[in-house]
T-cell receptor
Framework: ETGVTQSPTHLIKTRGQQVTLRCSSQSGHNTVSWYQQALGQGPQFIFQYYREEENGRGNFPPRFSGLQFPNYSSELNVNALELDDSALYLC?????????????FGEGSRLTVL | EDQVTQSPEALRLQEGESSSLNCSYTVSGLRGLFWYRQDPGKGPEFLFTLYSAGEEKEKERLKATLTKKESFLHITAPKPEDSATYLCAVQAATGGQNFVFGPGTRLSVLP
């Protein structure tokens, strides 16, 4: 069974730039969620995708957007990067969208904004 | 608003010294409470799900329990490899898809 994989593992951007992070979900999972984890804090929910549509969103501005593809992989896009966007971005997959069970996380993408 | 707090913030134990971590929550109806382990620079690793007060789950040296307002993660005779940050999260029964995480407890087990 293939786990959740994320790319890139690390990246550095400057303020105002745009970034795309990618995630392949665990086999058999059709729901993908994205979380932001600042240093020393717990993960914060950004949004979830189920059947290629956004299925819930946390308190993040519209410059955070996403996509889910027919193979259940996903992208997180962040426009107009700010210094506070520096964080570990975690992708998590789960089996269903309506009755989400356990989340299974990838290793994360560490974003540094200078 | 759903909230999760965890205590202590950090805990240092000697190998073999048992202890408990606390997770207190307020949620508009609990669908599930989840415990995760996170190693530095890695994604959280799923440990347990608890659904109702009185429920208990065990895995090796870890045991999780749940009441109506809090959960405990008991660590019996810990080993250095148990050192990690332990995260607690809740999912509300109100139809929301998000998990609300606490800030975690950083556990260090010294040999």
């Amino acid at each position: 069974e293939t786990g959740v994989t994320q790319s890139p593992t690390h990246l550095i951007k400057t303020r105002g730039q745009q970034v795309t992070l990618r995630c392949s979900s665990q086999s058999g999972h059709n729901t993908v969620s994205w979380y932001q984890q600042a240093l020393g804090q717990g993960p914060q929910f950004i949004f979830q995708y189920y059947r290629e549509e956004e299925n819930g969103r946390g308190n993040f501005p519209p410059r955070f957007s996403g996509l889910q593809f027919p193979n259940y992989s996903s992208e997180l896009n962040v426009n107009a990067l700010e210094l506070d966007d520096s964080a570990l971005y975690l992708c998590a997959s789960s089996r269903t969208g309506k009755d989400t069970g356990e989340l299974f996380f990838g290793e994360g993408s560490r974003l540094t904004v200078l | 608003e759903d909230q999760v707090t965890q205590s202590p913030e950090a805990l240092r134990l000697q190998e073999g010294e048992s202890s408990s971590l606390n997770c207190s929550y307020t949620v508009s109806g609990l669908r599930g409470l989840f415990w995760y382990r996170q190693d530095p620079g890695k994604g959280p690793e799923f440990l347990f799900t608890l659904y109702s007060a009185g429920e208990e789950k065990e895995k090796e040296r870890l045991k999780a329990t749940l009441t109506k307002k809090e959960s405990f993660l008991h660590i019996t005779a810990p080993k250095p490899e148990d050192s990690a940050t332990y995260l607690c999260a809740v999912q509300a029964a109100t139809g929301g898809q998000n998990f609300v995480f606490g800030p975690g407890t950083r556990l260090s087990v010294l040999p």
